[in-house]
Antibody
């Protein structure tokens, strides 16, 4: 069974930084694009970023471009997102998701992690 | 960016009812349309991909149809466990965009 386990969420002050991780197992990690999708409290789903299986291509939502950096370590089967310059508007549950049949950064996400909560507040 | 608009935003129906949710794209997306189900406190779950293909393990009472700009998710006979929020997403172009969600409640 495919497993995705996020970690690294927590409370951070505005302007601060945080790095989220997503540990993947039970599939060939390097063969799949991976995405981060977030959900603000009581709101809908918002795509954040996608990275290709090799890591050579990355895509970002305009709302995080220049502040967030997606990366992956295929030797560790782990996906990351480095989040800098955080604002209260970044407060959300962050999900990692496996992508397939991607058109650029737009994928069909067939497996999702349980999510990790990021709260940006002073 | 492609805008995805779902209707209705919420609905309430009886067990056994046929339920239909609509998703409209702001431009043609072919069949690059995905439906997810999300229950409170849980991650989204893939239900339908490529507009009409049922994901493995998803009950056959769920079906999807449409192409171009207009799409439909149908639950043929609503069950108590179908109480959830349903989202459509286009995977035609970057950025991928989601509908605002449709909350389905059981009367």
């Amino acid at each position: 069974e495919v497993q995705l386990l996020e970690s690294g969420g927590g409370l951070v002050q505005p302007g601060g930084s945080l790095r989220l991780s997503c540990a993947a197992s039970q599939f060939t990690f390097s063969s799949y694009a991976m995405s981060w999708v977030r959900q603000a409290p009581g709101k809908g789903l918002e795509w954040v970023s996608t990275i290709s299986g090799s890591g050579s291509s990355t895509y970002y939502a305009d709302s995080v471009k220049g502040r967030f950096t997606i990366s992956r370590d295929n030797s560790k089967n782990t996906l990351y997102v480095q989040m800098n310059g955080l604002t209260p508007e970044d407060t959300a549950v962050y999900y990692c998701a496996r992508g397939q049949y991607c058109s650029g950064g737009s994928c069909q996400n067939d497996y999702w992690g349980q999510g990790t909560l990021v709260t940006v507040s002073s | 960016d492609i805008q995805m608009t779902q209707s209705p935003s919420s609905l309430s129906a009886f067990v056994g009812d046929r339920v239909t949710i609509t998703c409209r794209a702001s431009q043609s997306i072919g069949s690059f349309l995905i439906w997810y189900q999300q229950k409170p406190g849980k991650a989204p779950k893939l239900l339908i991909y490529a507009a009409s293909n049922l994901e493995s393990g998803v009950p056959s009472r769920f079906s999807g149809s449409g192409s171009g700009t207009d799409f439909t998710l149908t639950i043929s006979s609503l069950q108590p466990e179908d109480s959830a929020t349903y989202y459509c997403q286009q995977s035609y172009s970057t950025p991928p965009t989601f509908g605002q969600g449709t909350k389905v409640e059981i009367k």
